[in-house]
């Protein structure tokens, strides 16, 4: 009778990690990102090469009126060729804190000035199989309007949506701004537990 061999295997956690090889080089770069390629050794070893983006973090706001409406963002997405309703948000610029990053977008994007700002949870990573960017989201209340000043590249529509319209905007998908859901979904919760109480 021959023994079967008892295959070993090690926690995801435990196991040995890519690997950079010397510096990455510089493939595409504009004002906003970078494509960089590095020389890698994979978890098994093998040499590699591995495509990721360097960005500037990000700063969302979920942005709420007195009467419970969320202020929205429409733009034209050129990477999905598609018109996309979301929440304010967008990079930090350099040595810019969070929350000042979220005050400079709120004003910029929609001229609004928030009498409170607080942090929605913790950062989370957009796409951690691409970029190591990271995104803060914060809940503004106490909203006074004013005049935008956006950047020379947008060309925004600004619009006012209760909350169960915003709910309802992506369960239906006409929301699919993964910032923006992140973002609801989050304030969902913590609406709903506040409600039991």
């Known amino acids: 009778m021959t023994e079967k061999k008892q295959k070993l295997t090690i926690p995801p ?20 990102m970078r494509v960089i390629e590095d020389e890698v050794l994979t978890p098994s070893g093998a040499p590699a090469r591995y495509g990721r983006v360097e960005a500037p973090d990000a700063a969302a706001v979920l942005a709420l009126t007195e009467d419970e409406e969320v202020v929205l963002i429409g733009q034209h997405r050129y990477p999905v060729n598609a018109y996309s309703w979301e929440i304010i948000a967008g990079g930090f610029e350099a040595n810019e804190a969070p929350i000042s990053a979220a005050k400079r977008e709120l004003r910029e994007e929609a001229g609004i000035i928030a009498g409170a700002l607080f942090p929605l949870g ?3 990573h957009l796409v951690n199989a691409r970029s190591s960017e990271v995104c803060h989201i ?9 005049a935008s000043d ?14 169960s319209q915003f ?3 992506i369960d239906e998908g006409e929301i699919m701004d993964s910032i923006t859901i992140v973002a609801a979904l989050r304030y969902r919760n913590l609406f709903s537990e506040r409600k039991e109480l």
Do not use: C, H
């Open 167 to 169: 709910y309802a905007m």
């Open 138 to 146: 914060f809940v503004a209340t106490g909203l006074e309007f004013g």
């Open 122 to 124: 913790s950062p989370f």
């Open 13 to 32: 956690e435990r196991a040995q990690p890519w690997q950079k090889v010397g510096e990455g080089a510089i493939r595409y770069e504009n004002p906003w």
């Open 150 to 163: 956006p950047d020379e590249t947008e060309l925004l529509t600004v619009k006012k949506v209760p909350l």
